[in-house]
């Protein structure tokens, strides 16, 4: 079956994605517009794959059932054993062709814009530096293409594009012109110490004025790190809504402007325990001899999902 399916004709008014039906992968989670069954009146918004609503069509159209058990009666020879599924989310990144971690990965894909959304709990999707060499599907989606991730915890990279199936992350970095900084599983980060910074991002912090007492929070404790500690390795985690890594690198090459040209607290609420769950698991995680964590805040828990 091919990546992309036609739309029938009775679903195209309930498409609801601003890109055309044909664009875009039948495994992608979309929002429809689904009409009440008669005799109720309206429609309800729901999120499938455009694979599983043209499936539920079908099912749905008169004489289906009849079909169905026809087919079933027709004796058929043996089938070919089953095609593989294709790799989920969270397996795109394969652990066979980078033995070794590899550090700088998410900074290099920020400064050379290739950056895409996060997938999981340590793999963003980028945009592949080699994307012309790739012989069909070209990644139409731009950084939001699953087909090509890194993962920060293991420090690799890997693209489901025959060209670049065995490309690696210094490989990566190399073709960006970074130079790969490559440390031993064994010996990973070993006596080294994990910096935590987390920096509220939530409109209470601009709405009670203290966006540049942040600012200046974060210059003087990333200064004082990239001066005093330039081998410690930095996660810098805003939170408000949400709970995301934006930058994990070593703190001599911390793009401490950038960082402060770039805070401007928009999220909604602050949510403090989801934060709290999601960098005690960061912290727990071996090779490390320390972790120090910050967390800069007005201290106002809104809308957790957990409790404690």
Same mark, same amino acid.
């Given at each position: 079956?091919?990546k992309?399916?036609?739309?029938?004709a009775?679903l195209?008014?309930?498409w609801?994605d601003?890109?055309?039906p044909?664009?875009?992968p039948?495994?992608?989670?979309?929002?429809w517009? *689904?009409p %009440?069954?008669?005799?109720?009146r309206?429609?309800?918004?729901v999120?499938?794959t455009?694979?599983?609503r043209?499936e539920?069509?079908?099912? +749905?159209?008169?004489g289906y059932?009849a079909?169905?058990?026809?087919s079933?009666?027709?004796?058929s020879p043996?089938?070919a054993?089953?095609t593989? +599924? +294709?790799?989920?989310v969270?397996?795109?990144v394969?652990?066979?062709?980078?033995p070794?971690?590899v550090?700088g990965?998410?900074l290099?894909?920020?400064?050379?814009?290739l950056l895409?959304?996060?997938?999981?709990?340590?793999? %963003?999707?980028?945009?592949?530096?080699?994307? =012309?060499? $790739?012989k069909?599907?070209?990644? *139409?989606?731009g950084?939001?293409?699953?087909s090509?991730? #890194?993962?920060l915890?293991e420090g690799?990279?890997h693209?489901? $594009?025959?060209?670049?199936f065995?490309?690696?992350a210094?490989?990566?970095? =190399?073709?960006? !012109?970074?130079?790969a900084s490559?440390?031993?599983t064994?010996?990973?980060?070993? !006596?080294?110490t994990?910096v935590?910074?987390?920096?509220?991002d939530s409109?209470?912090?601009?709405?009670?004025?203290n966006?540049?007492m942040?600012?200046?929070q974060?210059?003087? #404790?990333?200064?004082?790190l990239?001066?005093?500690?330039?081998e410690?390795d930095?996660? %810098?985690?805003?939170?408000?809504?949400?709970v995301?890594v934006?930058?994990n690198?070593?703190a001599?090459?911390?793009?401490?402007e950038?960082?402060? +040209?770039d805070y401007r607290p928009?999220?909604g609420?602050?949510k403090?325990?989801?934060?709290a769950e999601?960098?005690?698991k960061e912290?727990?995680k071996?090779?490390?001899?320390?972790?120090l964590? %910050? *967390?800069?805040?007005?201290?106002m828990e809104?809308?957790?999902t957990?409790?404690?």
């Amino acid at each position: 079956m091919s990546k992309h399916m036609s739309l029938p004709a009775d679903l195209v008014s309930e498409w609801l994605d601003p890109r055309k039906p044909e664009d875009v992968p039948r495994r992608e989670v979309v929002k429809w517009s *689904i009409p %009440y069954p008669p005799p109720t009146r309206g429609s309800r918004i729901v999120e499938m794959t455009k694979e599983r609503r043209i499936e539920q069509w079908r099912r +749905a159209q008169l004489g289906y059932k009849a079909r169905a058990k026809k087919s079933k009666v027709v004796s058929s020879p043996p089938s070919a054993p089953p095609t593989p +599924a +294709a790799p989920t989310v969270q397996s795109v990144v394969q652990p066979t062709a980078q033995p070794e971690p590899v550090k700088g990965l998410l900074l290099a894909a920020q400064s050379a814009n290739l950056l895409g959304g996060r997938v999981g709990t340590d793999n %963003y999707m980028v945009l592949c530096p080699w994307r =012309k060499e $790739h012989k069909s599907g070209r990644q *139409i989606h731009g950084q939001h293409d699953q087909s090509t991730q #890194i993962n920060l915890a293991e420090g690799k990279f890997h693209c489901q $594009h025959g060209p670049c199936f065995t490309r690696t992350a210094e490989d990566f970095l =190399k073709e960006l !012109g970074v130079t790969a900084s490559v440390e031993s599983t064994h010996a990973a980060s070993a !006596g080294k110490t994990k910096v935590i910074l987390c920096i509220d991002d939530s409109g209470s912090i601009y709405y009670r004025g203290n966006t540049e007492m942040v600012r200046e929070q974060i210059k003087i #404790i990333c200064n004082q790190l990239r001066t005093q500690s330039p081998e410690w390795d930095i996660l %810098y985690i805003p939170f408000g809504e949400r709970v995301d890594v934006t930058i994990n690198c070593q703190a001599k090459i911390l793009p401490v402007e950038k960082m402060i +040209a770039d805070y401007r607290p928009r999220q909604g609420s602050t949510k403090l325990y989801n934060l709290a769950e999601f960098v005690a698991k960061e912290a727990l995680k071996p090779g490390y001899q320390a972790t120090l964590i %910050y *967390i800069i805040t007005d201290g106002m828990e809104q809308s957790s999902t957990i409790s404690f």
